[in-house]
Structure formats: C-alpha cells, structure tokens
C-alpha cells in the first residue's frame, strides 16, 4: 500500500501546480518564480544528503568494505548521466530563446516541458530506490522516510508545475492544453519509480550506488538549473531564501519522519 501510495505522491503535485493556470490570470511574478526555484533547488539538495547519501553511506557501512566507495562512484556517476542527457536531449530553460541539446526543430513549448522531464528523471529514480529500500531490513530507510521524500518531492513539484504551465499559457496555448503539458512533464518520475520497483531483485545488492547516483544527478539539476535560474537578474536574494526555505522543510520532513 505504502509503495503505491508513495509512486504517485510527486505526480500529484506537479498536476496540482499545473491547475494553477485555471486560476491564475496571468504569468507568475518574477520574484515569486524566483522564490520557487529556489525552494525546489532547496528541498532536492536536503534530499540528496538526507534521503540518498547518507543511507548510501550507511548501508556501505552495513556491507563492510570501503564506506566511501559506493557513494563517492554513484555520486560522480550520477552526475555524468544527467550531463549527457542534458547534452543529447532538447530543451529549452525558462527565460531562456537558446535551446540546448541536440539541434531539433521543435516548439519552444515542447522543449520548455523537455527541459522540467529532464531533471523529473533523477527525481523517479530517486522514489524508486528509496521506496524499494523502504521494504528491506538493516537498510537504514523507513517508510516513513521514503514517504517524505515522496512528500518534499510533490511539495517542489506544486511550483514546478506552475512555472511550466503559466508560461505556456502566456505564449497562447489555451489553459486546458497548458494544464495537459505541465501534468505530462512529471509521468516520467512515477514511470522511473515503478521501472526501479520491478527491477527490485537487480537494485538490491546495487542499493548504495542508486542511492548516491540519483543523489549526483539530483544535484546536477539544481547546480545546472535551478540556482542559476532563481540568481537571474535582480532580486537574487528572493532565491537564496527560497533555497533556505525548501532545504529546511525537506530536512524536517526527513528527520521527523525518517
């Protein structure tokens, strides 16, 4: 029950946040979108210490062997994935009339949805091996913590779905069809999620490079995107708090359920 529960949590909130556009009269407030990017680049760095590194660490440890070694190689390798990804795939950033990735002749609003599935893939990976964790024993993952992670995910998620969805509509694309595009960016995290879940008997004895690796990529997407996005232009400031904000909550949800 837990499991399914936990797989569609974050799709959740990326579809509430995309309903914003019903309600929204126009585009979202530069401080506000900084505010937001900034949280959501706070919860995913709060994520990847508490909810993959270190339980990463913690079952190396379990294990016996080099502690380090499981975190440190997944980490790196992590991070490298998301690189070529974010070299092959075409996307488009907010705020952004330059497409990176593969030269490919499609709407600036294809691209726009491309570039949040992009960094909603580390996210699926990430549910997926916390949750199969969450059902081993001697792991270091409880319930409890794969469901806040499920949770601090679907809460970065709401303003995610927004921010793809309002600029959408901004550029004439009617709000049923903005809604559409917005939900369809987050499918990937509960695809990757139950792609992991299935693969349960393969994941186990790599658990603690999973763990690291989606924890590399996570941040890749927050060093990459997020913080340069939310430090655009004036009022920096209103990013760096939001980064403060989102790191905060996602650490108490961890450690208070976890």
């Not at 309903?19 to 706070?42: C, D, E, P, R, T």
Request: net charge negative; hydrophobic share 55%; glycine share 10%.
């Amino acid at each position: 029950m837990e499991l399914r529960i936990g797989l569609w949590i974050p799709f959740i909130g990326t579809m509430l946040g995309s309903a914003m556009v019903f309600f929204m009269k126009s585009k979202i407030n530069l401080k506000i979108q900084k505010l937001l990017l900034g949280f959501a680049g706070g919860v995913m760095i709060a994520a990847s210490v508490w909810s993959l590194l270190i339980p990463s660490i913690d079952m190396a440890e379990e294990q016996g062997g080099l502690i380090w070694f499981p975190a440190v190689t997944g980490f790196l390798a992590g991070t490298a994935f998301l690189l070529i990804l974010d070299s092959i795939i075409p996307h488009l950033h907010l705020n952004s009339s330059k497409p990176e990735g593969i030269k490919a002749k499609l709407k600036n609003s294809t691209m726009l949805v491309l570039a949040v599935t992009l960094h909603n893939i580390p996210e699926g990976m990430a549910l997926g091996v916390t949750l199969i964790g969450s059902t081993l024993e001697n792991v270091g993952i409880t319930v409890a913590g794969s469901l806040a992670l499920a949770i601090g995910i679907a809460i970065q998620n709401f303003p995610e779905g927004a921010i793809i969805s309002m600029p959408l509509k901004s550029e004439g694309m009617s709000r049923t069809k903005a809604f559409i595009y917005g939900t369809l960016s987050g499918i990937v995290e509960p695809i990757g999620a139950l792609i992991t879940i299935l693969l349960t008997n393969m994941v186990i004895p790599i658990l603690p490079y999973l763990l690291s690796f989606a924890a590399g990529a996570m941040l890749y997407v927050v060093v990459e995107e997020l913080i340069p996005e939310s430090q655009e232009g004036e009022h920096s400031n209103i990013g760096t708090i939001g980064v403060a904000i989102g790191f905060a909550l996602m650490m108490l949800l961890d450690v208070a359920l976890g």
